[in-house]
């Protein structure tokens, strides 16, 4: 499940289906991105994508109790 980020230059699908003042650099790679407001994240899904990888999915639902 590799798939190539493309040049930075090219703007995070998600910054083209939000509200065009919700969109904002990638904290990573300053790619432009849906930052801003409800479903808004400080990363692009390219720089998330191995973020996500390293935390987990459930990051903030983990059972401590296990
Ligand atoms: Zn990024």
Redesign the pocket.
């Known amino acids: 499940m590799t798939t190539p980020a493309p040049p ?1 230059t090219e703007p ?1 699908p998600s910054a083209l289906t939000c509200p065009g003042d919700q969109v904002g650099p ?6 432009k ?1 849906h930052k801003y407001g409800r479903g808004g994240c400080p ?2 899904q ?2 998330m994508a191995p973020a996500r990888e390293k935390w987990g999915p459930g990051v903030r639902y983990i059972n401590t109790r296990s």
Do not use: G, S
């Open positions: 930075v995070d990638c904290a990573a790679c300053q790619r991105t990363l692009c390219w720089c």
